[in-house]
């Protein structure tokens, strides 16, 4: 069974750097691609990258992808979300996610496989 669990979430002041980390299970970390998303009250799951087993990366359009940073930590067998000048609009539930295929897509529908979620609130 995939599962994806989140952590590093919690709440820090605009211009601050956060780190987000998701651990899939075994098997998983190097058989599928692993997306970051968030998700704000009452919206759709909003894309902000994702990675390949051999770490090829695809970004949002919007301004996270100035700002997030996608990767992969071999050791540790977890996908990183570095993130950096948070604003308050970056506040939302931040969600890793696995996605069976083999082209780094943006879609939400894509992805499989869900992680909990992890709370990142931005103070203005």
């Known amino acids: 069974q995939v599962q994806l669990v989140e952590s590093g979430g919690r709440r820090v002041q605009a211009g601050d750097s956060l780190t987000l980390s998701c651990a899939p299970s075994?098997?998983?970390?190097?058989?599928?691609?692993i997306g970051w998303f968030r998700q704000l009250p009452g919206k759709e799951q909003e894309f902000i990258a994702a990675?390949?087993?051999?770490?090829?990366?695809?970004y949002s359009t919007d301004s996270t992808k100035d700002r997030f940073t996608i990767s992969r930590d071999e050791a540790k067998y977890t996908v990183s979300l570095d993130m950096s000048g948070l604003k308050a609009e970056d506040t939302a539930i931040y969600f890793c996610?696995?996605?069976?295929?083999?082209?780094?897509?943006?879609?939400?529908?894509?992805?499989?496989?869900w992680g909990q979620g992890t709370q990142v609130t931005v103070s203005s």
């Open positions: 996610a696995a996605d069976v295929g083999i082209i780094l897509r943006r879609h939400h529908s894509a992805y499989l496989y």
């Open positions: 075994e098997g998983t970390f190097r058989k599928y691609i």
């Open positions: 990675i390949t087993w051999s770490g090829n990366t695809l």
